[in-house]
């Protein structure tokens, strides 16, 4: 009886060796999210969720003003809430060509171009860049705007 088991359990284990990878990319969920800017420079979401089971995130910033980038441009900028600071301060003397982040800011989570009225834009990652749990906070880090446009995203 005890053999049968054994050969039954061995059976098993070889079954889930061969589905395993099938089943990894069924469980491969990718999430959209959406956050609007205006040109009264806001956002308008103080707050985003992702749900502990996406495997990674497709954020879209829409612009839904008329001005242009130059004057009221807005991105969406990924940090650790305690670096927030320190990267809308680096960002502002990128310049807007670097769509105002410093190039290799390891500071940075994620990040999309910045946009004007009437434009949108996406950027994707994966959630294995979190910590479920962790203090993540989002901004625009176009210079003087991260004192409005800031929000907390929440993982797990
Ligand atoms: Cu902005």
Redesign the pocket.
């Known amino acids: 009886m005890r053999m049968i088991r054994n050969v039954l359990v061995a059976a098993a284990l070889v079954g889930a060796a061969v589905v395993f990878p099938a089943a990894a990319n069924a469980a491969d969920k990718v999430c959209k999210l959406a956050i609007t ?1 205006s040109d009264l ?1 806001q956002y308008d979401k103080k707050e985003l969720v992702v749900a502990a089971d996406c495997t990674s995130v497709e954020l879209t910033l829409t612009h839904g003003g008329k001005l242009p980038k130059e004057a ?4 969406w900028v990924l940090v650790n809430t305690p670096d927030l600071s320190a990267v809308a301060n680096a960002g502002m003397s990128a310049g807007i060509a670097n769509s105002y982040l410093v190039a290799g800011d390891k500071k940075v989570l994620a990040s999309t171009k910045v946009i004007g009225g009437g434009a949108s834009t996406t950027v994707t990652f994966a959630t294995s860049i979190l910590k479920k749990g962790g203090d993540y906070s989002y901004l ?1 880090t ?1 210079p003087g ?1 991260n004192s409005l ?1 800031r929000g907390v995203l929440k993982f797990g």
Not at 72 to 75: D, I
């Open positions: 800017g420079m009221m441009g807005h991105n625009c176009f705007h446009m």
